[in-house]
């Protein structure tokens, strides 16, 4: 079983910045990609910004050029630096993974979530 955990949100000001991590444990041989994925109240899950553990990183239209996602692939981890943020990002933020175990086996994993809220 993987675990994913994320930290970092918080409350802040429509231009503010904040950064979330996410720490993957376990039962894990490698990561295949880390991502990270938010859903606002009344609103379906959508993807923000991905990263493969080549370092290729892949990004939502909405937050290209503000956000940025990061992997430290030895300690299986993975931040997103959000920068000039708007009230429409307010949302849970989810941070996911797609995980090769040590048994060879592929699975997807996701995190508890953590809010993130912009106030205008």
């Known amino acids: 079983q993987v675990a994913l955990v994320e930290s970092g949100g918080g409350l802040v000001q429509a231009g503010g910045s904040l950064r979330l991590s996410c720490a993957a444990s376990?039962?894990?041989?490698?990561?295949?990609?880390m991502a990270w994925y938010r859903q606002a109240p009344g609103k379906q899950r959508e993807f923000v910004a991905r990263?493969?553990?080549?370092?290729?990183?892949y990004y939502d239209d909405s937050v290209k050029g503000r956000f940025t996602i990061s992997r430290d692939n030895a300690k299986n981890t993975a931040s997103l630096q959000m920068n000039s943020l708007k009230p429409e990002d307010t949302a849970v933020y989810y941070c996911?993974?797609?995980?090769?175990?040590?048994?060879?086996?592929?699975?997807?994993?996701w995190g508890q979530g953590t809010q993130v809220t912009v106030s205008s």
């Open positions: 990263m493969s553990s080549g370092g290729s990183s």
């Open positions: 376990g039962n894990i041989y490698n990561i295949n990609y």
């Open positions: 996911n993974a797609l995980v090769v175990n040590l048994e060879r086996r592929l699975s997807e994993y």
